[in-house]
Protein backbone atom coordinates (compact mmCIF):
# COMPACT_ATOMS: atom_id res chain seq x y z
CA UNK A 1 0.00 0.00 0.00
CA UNK A 2 2.84 2.10 1.26
CA UNK A 3 4.46 1.60 -2.39
CA UNK A 4 1.28 2.37 -4.46
CA UNK A 5 1.04 5.82 -2.90
CA UNK A 6 4.50 6.34 -3.65
CA UNK A 7 4.32 5.79 -7.16
CA UNK A 8 0.94 8.09 -7.61
CA UNK A 9 2.65 10.83 -6.16
CA UNK A 10 6.29 10.40 -8.20
CA UNK A 11 3.77 9.61 -11.54
CA UNK A 12 1.43 12.15 -11.59
CA UNK A 13 -1.38 11.64 -14.22
CA UNK A 14 -1.14 13.82 -17.23
CA UNK A 15 -3.40 14.45 -19.81
CA UNK A 16 -2.01 12.37 -23.24
CA UNK A 17 -4.74 15.25 -25.22
CA UNK A 18 -3.08 18.20 -23.47
CA UNK A 19 -0.69 19.34 -26.28
CA UNK A 20 2.26 21.81 -25.07
CA UNK A 21 3.68 24.57 -27.48
CA UNK A 22 7.05 25.02 -28.15
CA UNK A 23 8.83 27.62 -30.53
CA UNK A 24 12.08 27.77 -31.25
CA UNK A 25 14.83 29.14 -33.28
CA UNK A 26 16.36 28.64 -36.54
CA UNK A 27 20.14 27.02 -36.47
CA UNK A 28 19.65 27.78 -32.70
CA UNK A 29 18.24 24.53 -30.09
CA UNK A 30 15.20 23.47 -27.82
CA UNK A 31 14.99 21.37 -24.73
CA UNK A 32 11.60 18.91 -24.58
CA UNK A 33 11.40 18.22 -20.48
CA UNK A 34 9.23 15.61 -19.26
CA UNK A 35 8.29 17.67 -16.06
CA UNK A 36 10.71 15.65 -13.44
CA UNK A 37 13.73 16.42 -11.60
CA UNK A 38 14.85 13.20 -11.38
CA UNK A 39 13.79 9.69 -13.26
CA UNK A 40 14.10 6.66 -11.90
CA UNK A 41 15.83 3.34 -13.35
CA UNK A 42 13.14 1.43 -13.67
CA UNK A 43 11.74 4.20 -15.91
CA UNK A 44 11.94 3.55 -19.48
CA UNK A 45 11.89 6.59 -21.86
CA UNK A 46 10.59 6.78 -25.24
CA UNK A 47 10.50 10.08 -27.43
CA UNK A 48 9.12 9.81 -30.59
CA UNK A 49 8.72 12.48 -33.83
CA UNK A 50 6.54 12.74 -36.88
CA UNK A 51 3.12 10.89 -38.44
CA UNK A 52 5.32 7.54 -38.03
CA UNK A 53 5.68 8.18 -34.25
CA UNK A 54 9.90 7.62 -35.25
CA UNK A 55 11.76 6.52 -32.00
CA UNK A 56 14.58 8.84 -31.88
CA UNK A 57 16.28 8.52 -28.22
CA UNK A 58 17.29 4.65 -28.87
CA UNK A 59 21.00 3.53 -27.85
CA UNK A 60 21.33 1.98 -31.55
CA UNK A 61 21.59 5.37 -33.51
CA UNK A 62 22.41 3.43 -36.69
CA UNK A 63 18.65 3.93 -37.89
CA UNK A 64 18.14 6.99 -36.71
CA UNK A 65 16.46 9.65 -38.75
CA UNK A 66 19.07 11.64 -40.73
CA UNK A 67 17.57 15.02 -39.54
CA UNK A 68 18.34 13.92 -35.71
CA UNK A 69 21.89 12.88 -36.30
CA UNK A 70 24.81 14.39 -34.08
CA UNK A 71 22.32 16.93 -32.79
CA UNK A 72 20.27 14.92 -29.93
CA UNK A 73 21.20 15.33 -26.12
CA UNK A 74 19.15 13.17 -23.70
CA UNK A 75 19.54 14.48 -19.71
CA UNK A 76 19.98 11.29 -17.57
CA UNK A 77 18.66 12.64 -14.17
CA UNK A 78 15.22 13.82 -15.77
CA UNK A 79 14.89 12.40 -19.33
CA UNK A 80 14.67 15.86 -21.20
CA UNK A 81 15.64 15.82 -24.52
CA UNK A 82 17.84 18.66 -26.50
CA UNK A 83 17.79 19.39 -30.10
CA UNK A 84 20.50 21.30 -31.16
CA UNK A 85 21.34 23.26 -35.09
CA UNK A 86 17.81 22.69 -35.60
CA UNK A 87 16.11 23.47 -39.37
CA UNK A 88 12.11 23.69 -40.40
CA UNK A 89 12.38 19.98 -40.79
CA UNK A 90 12.24 19.92 -37.01
CA UNK A 91 8.86 21.26 -36.87
CA UNK A 92 6.44 18.53 -35.85
CA UNK A 93 5.14 16.63 -33.28
CA UNK A 94 7.02 14.86 -30.53
CA UNK A 95 5.28 11.80 -28.37
CA UNK A 96 6.64 11.22 -24.78
CA UNK A 97 6.45 7.96 -22.77
CA UNK A 98 7.28 7.04 -19.83
CA UNK A 99 6.50 3.43 -18.22
CA UNK A 100 7.12 2.25 -14.72
CA UNK A 101 5.23 -0.92 -14.22
CA UNK A 102 1.65 -1.11 -14.91
CA UNK A 103 1.85 2.55 -15.06
CA UNK A 104 2.31 5.07 -18.23
CA UNK A 105 2.54 8.89 -18.70
CA UNK A 106 2.59 10.27 -22.01
CA UNK A 107 2.94 13.90 -23.14
CA UNK A 108 2.56 15.55 -26.80
CA UNK A 109 4.75 18.79 -27.64
CA UNK A 110 4.07 20.63 -30.76
CA UNK A 111 7.68 22.08 -31.86
CA UNK A 112 7.51 25.62 -34.40
CA UNK A 113 10.88 26.35 -36.07
CA UNK A 114 11.22 30.26 -36.91
CA UNK A 115 13.29 31.79 -38.80
CA UNK A 116 14.73 35.03 -36.95
CA UNK A 117 13.16 38.22 -38.35
CA UNK A 118 14.74 41.22 -40.39
CA UNK A 119 15.44 44.68 -39.71
CA UNK A 120 12.92 46.46 -40.86
CA UNK A 121 13.31 49.04 -44.00
CA UNK A 122 11.67 52.85 -43.49
CA UNK A 123 11.27 54.92 -46.92
CA UNK A 124 8.87 57.05 -48.43
CA UNK A 125 6.27 56.69 -50.28
CA UNK A 126 5.80 58.70 -53.25
CA UNK A 127 2.89 58.97 -55.27
CA UNK A 128 1.80 60.58 -58.09
CA UNK A 129 1.89 64.14 -57.64
CA UNK A 130 -1.35 64.80 -59.28
CA UNK A 131 -3.01 62.80 -56.60
CA UNK A 132 -1.64 65.51 -53.95
CA UNK A 133 -4.63 67.98 -53.13
CA UNK A 134 -2.02 71.02 -52.38
CA UNK A 135 1.16 72.13 -52.48
CA UNK A 136 0.58 72.75 -48.81
CA UNK A 137 0.09 69.06 -48.30
CA UNK A 138 2.84 68.22 -50.25
CA UNK A 139 5.24 70.16 -48.31
CA UNK A 140 4.45 69.61 -44.60
CA UNK A 141 3.28 66.11 -44.60
CA UNK A 142 5.10 62.97 -46.13
CA UNK A 143 4.00 58.92 -45.93
CA UNK A 144 6.71 56.45 -44.85
CA UNK A 145 6.42 52.61 -45.28
CA UNK A 146 7.56 50.04 -43.48
CA UNK A 147 8.73 46.89 -45.23
CA UNK A 148 10.40 43.45 -44.59
CA UNK A 149 11.20 41.06 -47.30
CA UNK A 150 10.39 37.35 -47.78
CA UNK A 151 9.00 36.66 -44.08
CA UNK A 152 5.82 34.66 -42.92
CA UNK A 153 4.65 34.32 -39.05
CA UNK A 154 5.44 37.76 -38.15
CA UNK A 155 3.41 40.87 -36.71
CA UNK A 156 4.80 44.39 -38.36
CA UNK A 157 3.81 47.60 -35.98
CA UNK A 158 3.94 51.01 -36.04
CA UNK A 159 4.96 52.35 -32.09
CA UNK A 160 4.56 56.20 -31.46
CA UNK A 161 6.44 56.43 -28.56
CA UNK A 162 5.43 53.46 -26.51
CA UNK A 163 1.57 53.27 -28.14
CA UNK A 164 1.14 51.19 -30.56
CA UNK A 165 -0.47 52.84 -33.87
CA UNK A 166 -1.11 50.22 -36.21
CA UNK A 167 0.13 46.53 -37.35
CA UNK A 168 -0.60 43.74 -39.59
CA UNK A 169 0.42 40.37 -39.66
CA UNK A 170 0.57 37.25 -41.80
CA UNK A 171 0.56 33.63 -40.99
CA UNK A 172 1.91 30.75 -42.73
CA UNK A 173 2.91 32.64 -46.54
CA UNK A 174 6.24 33.90 -47.14
CA UNK A 175 5.89 37.23 -48.58
CA UNK A 176 6.75 40.62 -48.53
CA UNK A 177 4.93 43.25 -45.78
CA UNK A 178 4.31 46.98 -45.64
CA UNK A 179 2.43 49.62 -43.23
CA UNK A 180 2.20 53.01 -43.73
CA UNK A 181 2.59 56.06 -41.61
CA UNK A 182 1.83 59.45 -42.64
CA UNK A 183 4.11 62.11 -40.20
CA UNK A 184 4.36 65.98 -40.32
CA UNK A 185 7.74 67.17 -41.54
CA UNK A 186 8.07 69.16 -38.10
CA UNK A 187 6.94 66.26 -35.84
CA UNK A 188 8.70 65.81 -32.91
CA UNK A 189 7.83 62.48 -31.64
CA UNK A 190 9.45 59.42 -31.16
CA UNK A 191 8.56 56.59 -33.81
CA UNK A 192 9.79 53.17 -34.47
CA UNK A 193 8.91 50.20 -36.54
CA UNK A 194 9.10 47.10 -35.12
CA UNK A 195 8.40 43.12 -36.35
CA UNK A 196 8.18 40.21 -34.80
CA UNK A 197 7.46 36.65 -34.20
CA UNK A 198 7.42 34.32 -31.61
CA UNK A 199 10.98 33.94 -31.04
CA UNK A 200 12.98 36.87 -32.33
CA UNK A 201 12.27 41.04 -32.93
CA UNK A 202 14.18 43.32 -34.71
CA UNK A 203 13.44 47.95 -34.24
CA UNK A 204 13.99 50.60 -37.07
CA UNK A 205 13.74 53.87 -35.22
CA UNK A 206 12.69 56.76 -37.27
CA UNK A 207 15.00 59.96 -37.83
CA UNK A 208 12.33 62.35 -39.43
CA UNK A 209 14.96 64.79 -39.82
CA UNK A 210 16.81 63.16 -42.43
CA UNK A 211 14.28 61.37 -44.18
CA UNK A 212 13.26 64.87 -44.69
CA UNK A 213 16.12 66.22 -46.26
CA UNK A 214 16.55 63.12 -48.60
CA UNK A 215 13.12 64.41 -50.03
CA UNK A 216 12.63 68.16 -50.15
CA UNK A 217 13.99 68.19 -53.56
CA UNK A 218 11.22 65.63 -54.54
CA UNK A 219 8.45 68.13 -52.37
CA UNK A 220 10.15 70.77 -54.50
CA UNK A 221 9.24 68.99 -57.69
CA UNK A 222 5.73 68.47 -56.90
CA UNK A 223 5.22 72.15 -55.99
CA UNK A 224 5.92 73.39 -59.25
CA UNK A 225 4.34 70.49 -61.23
CA UNK A 226 0.88 71.72 -59.28
Not at 50 to 61: D, Y
Not at 151 to 161: A, D, I, Q
Amino acid sequence: MILYLFCLCFFPLIDAETDEIVSAINSGSFTLRTGFTEIQSDHEIEWRFGSRRTLINAAEKVNLLPIFRDRLLIQRETGDLTITNITNEHTGVYELSIVSGQKELQKKLIVTVYAPVPVPVITRYSPQCSSLSSSAAVASKTVLLCSVLNVSHVTLSWYKENSLLSNISVSDLSISLSLPLEVEHQDENTYSCVVNNPVSQQTKHLDIDQLCQKCSDCDNRCQKEL
